[in-house]
């Protein structure tokens, strides 16, 4: 939870040569762990509603 409802996503996708048409999205929030140190965390699900 983040004062003002602010967050950062991370939006990529995932290649499957040779069927490059079905390459599925990647949306992962930034964890913010000080002032310098960002990570990304794989999870299964992610929802807005979470932060």
């Given at each position: 939870?983040?004062?003002?409802?602010?967050?950062y996503?991370?939006?990529?996708d995932r290649?499957?040569?040779?069927?490059?048409?079905?390459?599925?999205?990647?949306w992962?929030?930034?964890?913010f762990n000080?002032?310098i140190?960002?990570?990304?965390?794989?999870?299964?699900?992610?929802?807005?509603?979470?932060?």
């Amino acid at each position: 939870k983040y004062p003002g409802n602010i967050f950062y996503i991370y939006m990529g996708d995932r290649w499957n040569y040779p069927n490059l048409l079905n390459a599925p999205y990647v949306w992962l929030p930034f964890t913010f762990n000080s002032d310098i140190n960002v990570t990304l965390q794989w999870q299964d699900k992610c929802s807005l509603n979470d932060y």
